[in-house]
């Protein structure tokens, strides 16, 4: 009976044994079905990506061959001879600024900073080296000095001024480590040492990495004169209409006065007027012609980088500062508009003041300024008749506003043009004065 109950509690072990390892393949199976099933549902998620991102791609390429703009070089598509947009009435395309009572404050036109832009060129072209040894060197000083460079107390190639004095403005950095730090404090007639490091990358490599010695001589330091009338007088700047400072500031006041008026005037116009509907047509012929000087100045700069052995952008839109042709083609549009605009204001104002222009004389004279017979002529072959009548246009526009808002007391006169020019004038005495110092 034990025997008995022995063996069958040896059956119970054997069978309990098998049916664990059926419960065990039949949980390998299930997990390795799970698995096949994730592995497949995995791939066809990534099948699904992949087809996606190729849709996109292939969608995004297709959306920019429709919307690329193909570049046009015909100026004067869209405009009839005379200069006006065909086939549509500005007035109703858009609500005219009233440009009959525009109100402009001197700030609006003030030339206070480009008549002491003039005035600090004047007195930069006019400095002159001063030996006054009281005098000492600051940074941002102009300095005249002479200099020997060693290293182990050998002269070394190019560390040599060979006492022909070389211009320096400390703080520059137009010289090795603290170079020019180690000058300040000093005076005209000082010999100062400085110590230098060349950095380890240094253009030169027989003096990369190395500590030098320079003996530095400070011949001088230069000084702007102070702008009076006794420096009108000196440097010749006196004439009839010009006996002081203060109406030498008026007649560089004057050159600059007419140009802020225009600029003024010509923003305020086309900033206040509002479109109220663009001309389709207008805006992609605008669009084309805007690419195709993007092109052309595109290729001009790539020209010009290449020939000084470097490179330029590859294409028109990271030349024109866009991330992508997409984005590109989206500002086109913006731009197109924008130029469409003005034109349609400068026209608007055109029509509604009943101004006329004389091609023809505005012909001649654009020859005769150009001295060539043939200059209008050609810009015409060039633009077409349309583009070139929408220029003088806008010409005549900026003429008339100009008449109508401009201070008399502040415009250059007939009579005072010969002494107008005030920078080309101030530039030639002072070559002849560089020239009479140097001999």
Do not use: C
């Not at 996109?56 to 920019?64: D, P």
């Not at 730090?181 to 490599?205: A, R």
């Amino acid at each position: 009976m034990a025997k008995d109950k022995k063996k069958k509690s040896a059956e119970i072990t054997d069978i309990s044994k098998s049916k664990a390892k059926r419960e065990e393949r039949r949980k390998e199976v299930a997990k390795t079905k799970r698995n096949r099933i994730i592995s497949r549902a995995i791939s066809f998620a990534i099948l699904g990506f992949i087809a996606g991102v190729i849709i996109v791609f292939v969608g995004k390429n297709i959306y920019l061959a429709a919307i690329r703009t193909t570049p046009s070089t015909d100026m004067s598509a869209g405009l009839t001879a005379d200069g006006k947009i065909e086939g549509i009435n500005v007035s109703d395309a858009l609500t005219l600024v009233d440009y009959d009572n525009i109100t402009i404050s001197d700030e609006d036109v003030s030339t206070d900073e480009q008549v002491q832009e003039e005035i600090d060129k004047l007195l930069e072209e006019y400095k002159e080296i001063d030996y006054d040894v009281s005098l000492e060197v600051a940074d941002g000083d102009e300095v005249n000095i002479d200099y020997v460079g060693t290293i182990d107390g050998v002269e070394f190639e190019g560390g040599n001024s060979n006492n022909a004095g070389y211009d320096l403005t400390i703080g520059s950095g137009s010289f090795v480590d603290d170079f020019e730090q180690q000058l300040i404090g000093s005076h005209p007639g000082d010999d100062v040492t400085v110590y230098v490091t060349f950095p380890d990358d240094y253009t030169d490599d027989a003096v990369a990495g190395k500590d030098a010695e320079f003996a530095v001589s400070i011949n001088g330091i230069y000084r702007e004169p102070a702008f009076d009338d006794a420096f009108l007088e000196k440097n010749g700047l006196i004439t009839d209409k010009i006996t002081n400072v203060d109406e030498y500031r008026a007649s560089i006041a004057k050159n600059y006065y007419e140009d802020n008026l225009r600029n003024f005037l010509s923003t305020y116009i086309v900033e206040n007027s509002t479109v109220n509907f663009y001309p389709k047509d207008y805006v992609k012929i605008t669009k084309a012609t805007t690419k195709a000087n993007d092109e052309a100045m595109a290729n001009y700069y790539s020209q010009m980088f290449s020939s000084s052995g470097m490179q330029a952008s590859t294409n028109v839109w990271e030349m024109a500062g866009e991330d992508s042709e997409l984005a590109y083609e989206k500002a086109l549009v913006g731009r197109a508009q924008d130029a469409v605009k003005e034109a349609m204001v400068y026209q608007a104002i055109f029509e509604k003041a009943g101004l006329t222009i004389d091609m023809e004389a505005a012909k001649a004279e654009m020859s005769e300024t150009n001295g060539d017979e043939n200059y209008a002529d050609n810009m015409v072959e060039t633009y077409g008749e349309g583009y070139m009548a929408q220029t003088e246009m806008q010409d005549a526009v900026m003429d008339y506003l100009v008449d109508r808002y401009k201070n008399p007391d502040l415009m250059p006169s007939e009579e005072a043009d010969p002494e107008m020019d005030i920078t080309m004038e101030t530039e030639e005495n002072a070559e002849t004065a560089t020239e009479t110092s140097a001999e």
